[in-house]
């Protein structure tokens, strides 16, 4: 397993998370950890492609994979594609980041925009990974490949909840026809309330205690009130 040590976030980053754990717009901070590594996944797997792909040939065919045209443009893709969620993520964080600083508040039809988008990015990343694998031959599907690594990673990425296109992109579309307040805003509060409790007494054995049961009638009062 991977470690990391003595490791710090810039003073003004750790400013920034800790005066506004508590207000509506953390979240957006929590999502991009989720999302973000899709892209270096990516681009890790474009690389191991164009690297792979360079000196094969087909044992079937004889044609070198650098001269299909599908190789090459599963290629420019997912590099387009790349450069267009990191200029998207970077000017959305941006955003959020200016409206912190200023005292501001996002408006809730920005901020379930931007939370469409980040979930957009592992399934965007899996379908241009698909498109790689595709062109890599019979041999290209073994676990020895870093490609399938990366294919696998991804798609493992596309399971998170944060990650989840059905949902948050029903939020984004209720907001536009006038739902103010998204239903399915209620789900995380709930989902992560009656499972961490669940969590606690059925795996760990520990029953909850009082300030546990208190913790968990408090969010569910606030997704009750948003329904």
Sequence with gaps: DAQVSDAELPDRLSEIVAANAGKPDA?????RAVCTACIGALQGALDDFTSYAATRVSANSGAKTTDDTGAQTACANAAVAIDEMKVLLMRNFAELLAAVNGGAAVSIERRV????????????????????????????????????????????ARAHYANNLDRFGQNLGAVMLGLLVPVQATALPIYVTLASLGWLWAVEGLRPDRWDVAGAALALAGAALIL
């Design 27 to 31: 979240p957006q901070i929590f999502v």
């Design 113 to 156: 925009h931007f939370r469409y988008q980040s979930a957009q990015v592992a399934e965007r990343c899996a379908q241009a990974a698909n498109a790689l694998l595709r062109y890599a031959g019979g041999n290209g599907i073994y676990n020895r490949n870093p490609l399938v690594r990366r294919f696998l990673d991804l798609h493992a």
